[in-house]
């Protein structure tokens, strides 16, 4: 489960996690997805009906497939005060922390009278998947649906695999999604890409899920939009000789715990540091409930000669979450070029980001934090140029126009300019 790895290994090791990070695609999972795509495409809730009975519940029917507002509010009575109040904090934090990203429309006059400008218009109708049978994710539904929210999406739908928990339907109500619908796999997002009699189709799919629920996001892609294909977690932790290793331990057991393909990795220039991070390590995993998971998973720790080349190694691996447990983390900020979010100092720990502080969760895994960002507004916007020109402007540019038109070879566009003023 865990190994510390020293300079002459650690190339090797890198090059192994960036290769385990490339989304995989399994021929046979992939024809198993297509197969229920199709299918939902084609017969809509009878099919939506056949696979929620397969795969979660044996005694579902189609009217049980919307959870009724009555059940919404009686899940009130099943969740504590605590969490409800805990609920509402996190919602402030979110909304307020998402408000700061709204895009900018902007309008300008040129001389002549040309005008050019940049719309910005919310997304009509989003589909929020969140993970659900034994698992309790009600988090994941107030990362996906506030910025929605922030962004003005009229129309929020979630779905989620049956039993769904009262503390995810409470948050579904305090988030302020639209509709839910019990249901879950690769068939829930089939009906949200084309719409059912009874699920209605939307613009764009977001929210995680297993490598069916994935497979089936990238397969309807190009019908709706979707956030990401998303991967196992990962955080890399750089640590230098003041970190606390009982800290350090506990924060790459609190990621890996997440799923046996998850990967956590120290990298200090501390050999102190590295061995009592192992010690704390072997003795807190006996601790948790979910060390038959963290024992599959991929915990490593590198040594190394010094920060930069911890940063280095950082900005190739490109990880979820980044904790810089390091005197002045600042200072090594400007330093990360590719990490889905920053963790500065011993008292922010990935868990804090992950329900709490604002930003969002939903992070760019895989790797591909090098070219993507974390969930957004933006995710639920869509820009439209805005170009007006006066007769006078179109004359004064009629020549560079056409000119540029005929040289690709396209007469019809030279001729749209020449006809007016022929």
């Known amino acids: 489960m865990m190994k510390t790895f020293v300079k002459e290994e650690i190339a090797k090791e890198v090059k192994a996690i960036m290769v385990s990070q490339r989304f995989q695609i399994g021929s046979a999972k992939e024809e198993v997805v297509k197969g229920i795509v199709t299918d939902v495409a084609k017969r809509g809730d009878k099919a939506l009906l056949e696979y929620t009975k397969k795969f979660d519940d044996k005694d579902f029917s189609l009217e049980n497939l919307e959870v009724p507002k009555a059940e919404i509010d009686a899940a009130y009575s099943m969740i504590g005060k605590g969490f409800r109040e805990a609920l509402v904090k996190a919602i402030q934090n979110i909304t307020a922390y998402h408000q700061k990203q709204q895009p900018d429309e902007w309008f300008e006059t040129l001389p002549l009278d040309v005008v050019l400008g940049q719309r910005v218009i919310p997304l009509s109708r989003v589909g929020i998947y969140v993970p659900g049978g034994k698992a309790v994710y009600p988090s994941s539904v107030l990362m996906n649906t506030i910025p929605a929210k922030v962004a003005g999406v009229a129309e929020i ?78 955080v890399v932790i750089i640590a230098d000789d003041d970190a606390e290793p009982e800290f350090l331990a506990a924060d ?52 190394v000669d010094n920060m930069k080349e911890a940063i280095d190694i ?60 974390p969930l957004g507004v933006y995710d639920f916007v869509k820009t439209q140029s805005i170009v007006g020109y006066t007769k006078p402007a179109l004359k004064d540019v009629w020549k560079d126009i056409k000119a540029l038109a005929e040289v690709e070879g396209l007469d019809a566009h030279a001729r749209a300019i020449d006809v007016r003023f022929s």
Do not use: W
């Open 252 to 303: 790459l057991l609190s990621q890996a715990e997440h799923d046996q393909d998850s990967f956590a990795v120290l990298i200090t220039d501390s050999s102190r540091v590295a061995e009592k991070t192992r010690q704390q390590l072997e003795k807190q995993v006996k601790k948790l409930k979910r060390q038959e998971i963290i024992e599959k998973a991929e915990i490593k720790i590198f040594l």
């Open 314 to 373: 950082c900005n190739q691996i490109a990880p979820e979450h980044l904790e810089l447990q390091v005197s002045s983390p600042q200072r090594k900020l400007e330093k990360i070029k590719n990490a889905g979010a920053v963790f500065l100092g011993p008292h922010s720990p990935v868990p804090v980001g992950d329900y709490f502080a604002g930003p969002n969760h939903v992070l760019p895994t895989g790797g591909t934090a090098r070219f993507a960002s």
């Open 157 to 234: 739908i979630m779905v989620s695999p049956p039993p769904i928990s009262p503390y995810v339907l409470v948050a579904a109500a305090e988030a302020g999604v639209s509709r839910v619908f019990r249901v879950g796999g690769a068939q829930a997002i089939a009906a949200l890409a084309f719409g059912t009699k009874t699920i209605p189709q939307v613009d764009k799919i977001v929210g995680p899920g297993n490598i069916y629920v994935t497979l089936a996001k990238k397969l309807v892609f190009g019908v709706v939009g979707i956030d990401s294909l998303a991967g196992p977690s990962n």
